[in-house]
């Protein structure tokens, strides 16, 4: 087993065990459980840092063309954090004003 194929696997690994984790802040955003949530939102970012160390694997490893296709499953967490109220101007007021 060559370097590349152990930094691959842990990558891969990784990625993977952080996209379980992270979907269940999915989960509570799309059932609209939780909304506003610190929590969700932090789940929700390490959905997508799973996804994209998948893709770094992927790269690492030349196969750039199975990691397109992975990069899709970056929709559902941008879905996600507007459904949770983060990416929407009303979210984005409400943190302002919590800030001040």
């Known amino acids: 087993m ?9 990558l891969s690994g990784f990625g993977t065990l952080a996209m379980v984790v992270g979907a269940f802040g999915l989960l509570d955003a799309f059932n609209g459980q939780n909304r506003g949530a610190r929590r969700v939102t932090w789940l929700i970012a390490l959905y997508a840092v799973g996804v994209l160390l998948d893709v770094a694997g992927l790269t690492v490893l030349d196969k750039w063309y199975f990691a397109m296709a992975l990069v899709l499953m970056l929709v559902p967490a941008d879905e996600g954090l507007r459904r949770h109220g983060v990416l929407t101007r009303r979210g984005r007021e409400r943190r302002v004003r919590v800030d001040e």
């Open 2 to 10: 060559s370097n590349i194929e152990v930094v691959v696997f842990y």
